[in-house]
């Protein structure tokens, strides 16, 4: 049958794939310098989304041969040329990923032909041989790296290479994988941030980066760093909101010397929980108990608008019905007015014995609400959001 037109191919596309496919064949006879300029045209010839399966078969195989080529060079330039080549039969991608470094790093970086399994049997060949360090680093820069080998490399793999695919955006990490990074006896300050900058951590590792950053095992400037970053990333872990907005509070006590610099430092964290609505009526109540006025003066500046020389005033001054017009305008719970307001304008008064003031507080919020029972400042609070849903419903 006679070609139509459009079927017969272009004459000088035919010539150019015989004239590869002749040079190919002799690259025996020819230097190596000749046979990488043949290894590239090769590669283009392959590259061709219209190349004809005949010679995309004679390509392969050509490739093959030239795989095992006593040159160095010639490998080289042949995982170079083809290592994005995403119809690269997977035997020939491993051969040439197991091949020295300058075979193998392209292959490795790129080729989507090399499987997970592959991947990880590498990753476990290189633990305990220090030569081999550089495979990880290499396998965890690849773009989208899957779960099981991220998970495989934040478990066992070296630090450089744990780094490297947490900086990985487009590595996809899941919960096994985080829990494997934070369970590792050399987890350090620098793994922590990496963790803490992606924008993918679930709400369990969210919870153990905050965990891990409240337990001054790291540097203190470092754990400022990683809890700001995961506050304006995440919602706050709410059994660990007071944990954390206390040990922001130390922190810009430690570096204030006047209220100025102290509103410097918790307005912005104030700013960052009311993103996430993470600035609620018990963790106010909870603060002010613990003589963070510091921190509520911020949070009623976010919630209001008010300048810091406002609401430190109302603050000051102690009047009911200041602290109360603060109250109504910042939107919390309206249920909790009375027990923020006393405590607020106790504490206030009375900073320097803060254990006996916390006494009357609760004494006051039991004598005020009803179905408030004596107890601990957490049995209060806990009981008060109990009635306080119950209120709302």
Same mark, same amino acid.
């Given at each position: 049958?006679?070609?139509?037109?459009?079927?017969?191919?272009?004459? @000088?596309?035919?010539?150019?794939?015989?004239?590869?496919?002749?040079?190919?064949?002799?690259?025996?006879? /020819?230097?190596?310098?000749?046979?990488?300029?043949?290894?590239?045209?090769?590669?283009?010839?392959?590259?061709?989304? @219209?190349?004809?399966?005949?010679?995309?078969?004679?390509?392969?195989?050509?490739?093959?041969?030239?795989?095992?080529?006593?040159?160095? @060079?010639?490998?080289?330039?042949?995982?170079?040329?083809? *290592?994005?080549?995403?119809?690269?039969?997977?035997?020939?991608?491993?051969?040439?990923?197991?091949?020295?470094?300058?075979?193998?790093?392209?292959?490795?970086?790129?080729?989507?032909?090399?499987?997970?399994?592959?991947?990880?049997? /590498?990753?476990?060949?290189?633990?305990?041989?220090?030569?081999?360090? $550089?495979?990880?680093?290499?396998?965890?820069?690849?773009?989208?790296?899957?779960?099981?080998?991220?998970?495989?490399?934040?478990?066992?793999?070296?630090?450089?290479?744990?780094?490297?695919?947490?900086?990985?955006?487009?590595?996809?990490?899941?919960?096994?994988?985080?829990?494997?990074?934070?369970?590792?006896?050399?987890? $350090?300050?620098?793994?922590?941030?990496?963790?803490?900058?992606?924008? $993918?951590?679930?709400?369990?590792?969210?919870?153990?980066?905050?965990?891990?950053?409240?337990?001054?095992?790291?540097?203190?400037? /470092?754990?400022?760093? !990683?809890?700001?970053?995961?506050?304006?990333?995440?919602?706050?872990?709410?059994?660990?909101?007071?944990?954390?907005?206390?040990?922001?509070?130390?922190?810009? /006590?430690?570096?204030?010397?006047?209220?100025?610099?102290?509103?410097?430092?918790? !307005?912005?964290? *104030?700013?960052?929980?009311?993103?996430?609505?993470?600035?609620? *009526?018990?963790?106010?109540?909870?603060?002010?108990?613990?003589?963070?006025?510091?921190?509520?003066?911020?949070?009623?500046? !976010?919630?209001?608008?008010?300048?810091?020389?406002?609401?430190?005033?109302?603050?000051?001054?102690?009047?009911?019905?200041?602290?109360?017009?603060?109250?109504?305008?910042?939107?919390?719970?309206?249920?909790?007015?009375?027990?923020?307001?006393?405590?607020?304008?106790?504490?206030?008064?009375?900073?320097?014995?803060?254990?006996?003031?916390?006494?009357?507080?609760?004494?006051?919020?039991?004598?005020?609400?009803?179905?408030? *029972?004596?107890?601990?400042?957490?049995?209060?609070?806990?009981?008060?959001?109990?009635?306080? $849903?119950?209120?709302?419903?």
């Amino acid at each position: 049958m006679q070609q139509s037109g459009n079927d017969r191919p272009h004459p @000088d596309a035919t010539q150019d794939h015989a004239a590869q496919d002749h040079a190919a064949r002799d690259a025996a006879t /020819l230097s190596s310098r000749d046979r990488i300029a043949v290894v590239n045209a090769i590669g283009a010839l392959v590259g061709k989304a @219209d190349t004809p399966d005949l010679h995309r078969q004679q390509a392969h195989d050509i490739l093959q041969s030239l795989s095992s080529d006593a040159v160095v @060079d010639v490998r080289a330039a042949l995982a170079r040329a083809i *290592a994005e080549y995403p119809l690269l039969p997977p035997k020939l991608a491993e051969t040439l990923a197991s091949d020295v470094a300058d075979v193998a790093v392209p292959m490795l970086r790129h080729s989507a032909a090399l499987s997970d399994a592959f991947l990880i049997s /590498l990753i476990d060949a290189s633990l305990d041989d220090p030569d081999k360090h $550089d495979v990880q680093s290499t396998i965890a820069a690849r773009e989208g790296v899957s779960a099981p080998v991220s998970t495989k490399l934040l478990s066992d793999g070296h630090a450089v290479a744990v780094e490297t695919v947490l900086g990985n955006k487009s590595a996809t990490i899941v919960d096994e994988g985080f829990e494997a990074l934070f369970s590792r006896l050399d987890l $350090d300050a620098n793994m922590l941030w990496l963790a803490a900058a992606r924008d $993918d951590l679930p709400g369990k590792s969210v919870e153990t980066c905050h965990r891990l950053v409240l337990t001054d095992v790291f540097e203190r400037q /470092l754990c400022r760093d !990683v809890r700001q970053k995961l506050i304006e990333t995440y919602s706050l872990p709410p059994s660990m909101a007071d944990d954390i907005v206390k040990a922001a509070q130390e922190d810009a /006590l430690a570096q204030a010397t006047d209220t100025q610099s102290s509103a410097a430092q918790l !307005v912005p964290l *104030a700013t960052h929980l009311k993103t996430h609505g993470d600035i609620t *009526a018990s963790l106010m109540l909870r603060m002010i108990c613990h003589g963070s006025l510091g921190f509520a003066i911020a949070a009623f500046q !976010v919630l209001t608008g008010k300048t810091e020389k406002d609401v430190h005033a109302a603050f000051k001054g102690a009047g009911s019905d200041a602290l109360n017009e603060l109250y109504i305008e910042s939107g919390l719970k309206s249920y909790f007015r009375f027990a923020i307001v006393t405590a607020a304008k106790r504490m206030t008064a009375s900073p320097q014995h803060a254990a006996k003031t916390v006494e009357l507080i609760i004494r006051d919020i039991v004598k005020f609400y009803r179905g408030i *029972a004596p107890g601990s400042l957490d049995q209060v609070l806990s009981n008060l959001s109990h009635e306080a $849903d119950r209120w709302q419903e």
